[in-house]
Each structure stands twice: as C-alpha cells, then as structure tokens.
C-alpha cells in the first residue's frame, strides 16, 4: 500500500514541476507566448550582472476602435510611439453588415503582426447590403521592454489575405 501512495505521490511533484517548467519558459497559463525571451540560456538577457531578465520587447496590451473616416481601401499606415505603435486603415467589407476586428496582433522576435479581418457581424432575421463597404479601423498595441524592429499590417477580407502596410522603426 506505501508503494501506490508513494508512486502517486511521486506522479503529482513531476506534473507539477513540468507545469512549473512551462511557465519559466516565458509561457502564459494558457499556452499563449507572453512575448519574453523563451528563457533557458539565451544571451539575451543580461550579461555580467547575474541575472536572465528578457530585453526584447513584450505585448502588454491590445485596443482596436472601428473609425468612421476610411479613405483609401485596403490601406495601413503605420506609426512608433514612445511605447506603443498604432496601425491606422480602411478594409473592405463584403456586405453592409461587415465590422472590421483585431483577429490578432503577435509578436515573432522583433516583428510585429497586425492582422484585422472584415467580418460578417449581424442577426440572423437581420437583411444586409449586398454592396463592398470600406470599413475604418484603428489598431494599438502597447509594449514593455521597447518597441519591435518592424510592424506589418495584414488585412483578412473578401477571400485574400494581404500585407497592406510594412515599416521598420527608426533606431
């Protein structure tokens, strides 16, 4: 009878310690990158001082607005804040009942990835328009740790998937 509790007990400490081991490695509870350095020994953290504190640059937050003013379809402009950079454009809907969303916004090393979708949003006795409609929208990302090398902007509409928008930042 010792031998089942102490195998059981031995069974708990190593899923415990896999799962401690997952969340030192720069992972969010929910299987989700939280952007750091992926721990381990990478020489990306900083040397001679004794510790591995991550110095690249990590997500902390994500706004998205739908704007009135769209001006030019299947466009992005791209702008650096101090800690936060805005993607700002027009996607085309394919019917009135359209609503432009964040589908995601990544970070890969020290690349951006804004991807905005136009997405069919409406009840199901609602009746939409059958015309393309250009759908303004604003995108915000805010970081830790500075600001990513480069933004790309990706539209997800009407059957394509496009890059519309791509800047590096001024270092």
């Not at 998205?64 to 003013?69: I, L, M, P, S, V």
């Not at 393309?132 to 059957?159: I, N, Q, S, W």
Request: proline share 3%.
């Amino acid at each position: 009878m010792k031998r089942r509790t102490l195998l059981a007990n031995a069974a708990v400490a190593a899923t415990s310690a896999g799962f401690a081991g997952c969340l030192a490695n720069g992972e969010s509870p929910n299987g989700g990158d939280e952007g750091g350095n992926g721990g381990g020994n990478d020489s990306e953290g900083n040397e001679g001082d004794g510790t591995d504190a991550p110095t690249r640059p990590a997500i902390a937050d994500r706004s998205f607005a739908r704007t009135d003013e769209c001006s030019e379809p299947e466009s992005a402009e791209i702008e650096y804040g101090e800690a936060d950079v805005t993607a700002t454009g027009c996607i085309r809907g394919r019917s009135g009942c359209a609503r432009a969303t964040l589908k995601r916004a990544t970070l890969d090393g020290d690349r951006l990835e804004i991807v905005v979708a136009a997405e069919e949003a409406r009840d199901e006795d609602e009746a939409c328009t059958a015309v393309m409609v250009d759908l303004g929208y604003e995108a915000v990302v805010e970081f830790e740790r500075g600001l990513p090398k480069e933004t790309a902007v990706v539209h997800e509409d009407v059957d394509e998937r496009e890059t519309v928008a791509t800047e590096k930042r001024d270092a």
